[in-house]
């Protein structure tokens, strides 16, 4: 199973962008990166997903370098109603579609402040 | 488009005792996953289903959970006998493949307190 690594929390500053950043060592070539984020008594939303390089979405963009053994999540103006924790989840994408191997990391709670 | 559906939302045992939880995917949805989230922590995979077979149950602790997918639609993940360390939010999900991946869709949850 993958490992992944999070920083536990982190604060923002209404409007400001947040990068969170996931570590994953020893992610496999199969491996695809998701985000989730998890608001308290829900459970987790998907943000976004990539495997390499650059994805972005109306919501965030994702950021891959070359070796893959990190990924940044990057939140564009943050609003009050970011606040959450935010997961790192690495799977390995079977041939017939679907992740095995699922490992969530260990989460970021996100506190943005006015 | 409904979503996840999970109950009981909220259940309270001693230990011992024995408790199941229902899930119903989205429609259409051939994965089902089952987690657990204790307080604090990031959903821990006990089990995932494609269709009606079971994918992965590397980390469920068979000796007391048992888990069955009916005709590849709806779960029940079941607990017996329970322990303290089992209370938890027990979660379900269903996904989607896309093209670049997969998007799981997660239930609200059943929140487990065993005393």
């Known amino acids: 199973l993958a490992k992944t690594t999070q920083p536990i929390s982190m604060d923002s500053y209404e409007g400001q962008e947040v990068n969170i950043t996931c570590s994953h060592n020893n992610i496999a070539t199969n491996d695809y990166i998701t985000w989730y984020q998890q608001f308290p008594s829900q459970g987790p939303r998907f943000i976004i997903q990539?495997?390499?390089t650059k994805v972005t979405n109306e919501v965030a963009s994702l950021f891959i370098p070359a070796d893959r053994k990190s990924s940044t999540l990057s939140l564009p103006r943050v609003s009050l109603s970011d606040t959450a924790v935010y997961y790192c989840?690495?799977?390995?994408?079977?041939?017939?579609?679907?992740?095995?191997?699922?490992?969530f990391g260990t989460g970021t709670k996100l506190q943005v402040i006015p | 488009e409904a979503g996840v559906a999970q109950s009981p939302r909220y259940k309270i045992i001693e230990k011992r005792q024995s408790v199941a939880f229902w899930c119903n995917p989205i429609?259409?949805?051939?994965?089902l996953y089952w987690y657990q989230q204790i307080l604090g922590q990031g959903p821990k995979l006990l089990i995932q289903f494609q269709n009606n077979g079971v994918v992965d149950d590397s980390q469920l602790p068979k000796d007391r959970f048992s888990a069955e997918r009916l005709k590849g639609v709806d779960s029940t993940l079941k607990i017996q006998p329970a322990k303290l360390e089992d209370s938890a939010v027990y979660l379900c999900?269903?996904?989607?493949?896309?093209?670049?991946?997969?998007?799981?869709?997660f239930g609200p949850g059943t929140r487990l307190t065993v005393l």
């Open positions: 429609s259409g949805h051939a994965t």
């Open positions: 989840l690495v799977g390995d994408m079977r041939l017939s579609g679907g992740y095995q191997k699922v490992t």
């Open positions: 990539g495997y390499k």
């Open positions: 999900a269903s996904s989607l493949v896309t093209g670049v991946g997969e998007e799981q869709f």
